[in-house]
């Protein structure tokens, strides 16, 4: 019973990796980086001062990525709001996530979180200078 469970974890593991087109992220976030895409909720409204983690799992899953078991994904689609939560679900699923440029460089398509865990951005250009975009405020090709 256990080798079962096991084998599905990895599976779902494998899938969510295989699923992911950092490209479609990058697309989607080269599209909605200074405005809000209307089909999500926006999390100011409900007094939190930061849509960084909704930003960016919105990214993740326009890439593929399936938020689906991640704890406090309430938003629309899985989205996240606190940035805790989206570190804690790519966590869950294998997926790396960093708040420093690794040796060899940040991979397109990756999730940086800085500020002690208040704030994400998702690499927009990949290398040892990575560009990032983020909401919170609305930025674009900045450099990490």
């Not at 809000?36 to 993740?60: H, M, T, W």
Request: aromatic share 12%; net charge positive.
């Amino acid at each position: 019973m256990k080798s079962l469970f096991l084998l599905s974890l990895y599976l779902c593991l494998l899938k969510n990796i295989l699923t992911y087109n950092p490209v479609s992220a990058v697309r989607y976030a080269r599209n909605w980086w200074n405005r809000r895409n209307p089909k999500y909720i926006g999390y100011l409204d409900y007094g939190n001062d930061d849509e960084s983690a909704n930003f960016v799992s919105q990214c993740l899953i326009a890439g593929g990525f399936s938020t689906t078991g991640c704890e406090n994904n309430k938003g629309i689609g899985g989205t996240f709001q606190k940035v805790v939560d989206l570190e804690n679900c790519l966590k869950k699923k294998g997926r790396n996530i960093s708040n420093k440029v690794p040796s060899g460089g940040f991979p397109l398509g990756g999730v940086i979180t800085f500020n002690n865990g208040q704030h994400a951005s998702i690499c927009v250009q990949g290398g040892n200078v990575p560009l990032i975009a983020s909401h919170s405020p609305n930025e674009w090709v900045r450099k990490f």
